[in-house]
C-alpha cells in the first residue's frame, strides 16, 4: 500500500527560527514522485517541489531546502529562517508514474504558525 | 504564466440542489484532475481525465459526475448536493508527456451545501 505519513499535526515557532517539516512514505514501487505544496490561509495549494526516486540529491531554494532519504523513506522539509508568511499548512504528497493512478497520494498535513 | 483557472471561487447551494464547476487547465497541458478537500482534511483524489478521456477514478460519488471538452476544459457536476458535500474542490493540470509531470493547481472552488 502506498502511504505518506506527517506526524506533526501543527507547528509553532516564533519568526526567525529554523523548522523541520516531517515526512515519511509508504511504497512497494521502485519509481515515483515526491511533492511538497504549500497550502496558505487563503486555500490555493502552491507546488514547492518535486523529487523522483532515483535522485537523492538535497536541494536548497533561498530559505527552503529539502532532504530526501530511501534508506529512512523520508522526504523532509527545512525552512531557515521562519517568517509570518511561511505560515500555512504544508502537504507531502506521492506520485507513480508508471502506474495507471495519476493521482496524489497526500499526507494530513502539518499546519506551521509562525508568530512574529 | 497561465495558471490553473477554477470557477465560480465560492459557491452556496441548498440540500438536493444541483452545482457545476468549471476548470480551465494551463495551456498545452493534456490531464485535468479533481480533488475534494474538506474542511481540516487532505485533498482526495475524485476523478482525472486525459486528452479528453477520463483517465483514473477515485472516490467520487455516483451523484457526481464530470467531463474534458474539446477546449480541454472540464466541468464538475454534481447533484443531489448534501451537507457533507461542503468542501474546498481543486482542479489540477498537468503535461503527463513532460519530463516534469507537475500538478498545478487552481485556486479552489469553495461550496458550502446548507
Known amino acids: 500500500a502506498q502511504k505518506v505519513t506527517q506526524a506533526q499535526t501543527e507547528i509553532s515557532v516564533v519568526e526567525k527560527e529554523d523548522v523541520t517539516l516531517d515526512c515519511v512514505y509508504e511504497?512497494?514501487?521502485?519509481?515515483?514522485?515526491l511533492f511538497w505544496y504549500k497550502q496558505p490561509p487563503s486555500g490555493e495549494l502552491v507546488f514547492l517541489i518535486r523529487r523522483n526516486s532515483f535522485d537523492e540529491q538535497n536541494e536548497i531554494s533561498g530559505r527552503y531546502s529539502w532532504n530526501f532519504q530511501k534508506s529512512t523513506s523520508s522526504f523532509n522539509f527545512t525552512i531557515t529562517a521562519s517568517q509570518v508568511v511561511d505560515s500555512a499548512v504544508y502537504f507531502c504528497?506521492?506520485?507513480?508514474?508508471?502506474?495507471?493512478?495519476?493521482?496524489?497520494?497526500f499526507g494530513s498535513g502539518t499546519r506551521l504558525q509562525v508568530q512574529p | 504564466a497561465a495558471g490553473v483557472i477554477q470557477s465560480p471561487r465560492h459557491l452556496i447551494k441548498e440540500k438536493r440542489e444541483t452545482a457545476t464547476l468549471k476548470c480551465y487547465p494551463i495551456?498545452?497541458?493534456?490531464?485535468v484532475y479533481w480533488y475534494q478537500q474538506g474542511p481540516g482534511q487532505d485533498p482526495q483524489f475524485l476523478i482525472s481525465?486525459?486528452?479528453?478521456?477520463?483517465?483514473d477514478k477515485g472516490s467520487i460519488p455516483d451523484r457526481f459526475s464530470a467531463q474534458q471538452f474539446s477546449d480541454y476544459h472540464s466541468e464538475l457536476n454534481m447533484s443531489s448536493l448534501e451537507l457533507g458535500d461542503s468542501a474546498l474542490y481543486f482542479c489540477?493540470?498537468?503535461?503527463?508527456?513532460?519530463?516534469?509531470?507537475?500538478?498545478?493547481f487552481g485556486a479552489g472552488t469553495r461550496l458550502s451545501v446548507l
Open positions: 489540477a493540470s498537468s503535461r503527463i508527456t513532460s519530463a516534469q509531470n507537475i500538478q498545478y
Open positions: 504528497a506521492l506520485f507513480f508514474p508508471d502506474t495507471g493512478r495519476r493521482a496524489l497520494t
Open positions: 495551456p498545452r497541458h493534456d490531464t
Open positions: 481525465f486525459y486528452e479528453k478521456m477520463q483517465s
Open positions: 511504497t512497494r514501487d521502485t519509481t515515483y514522485y
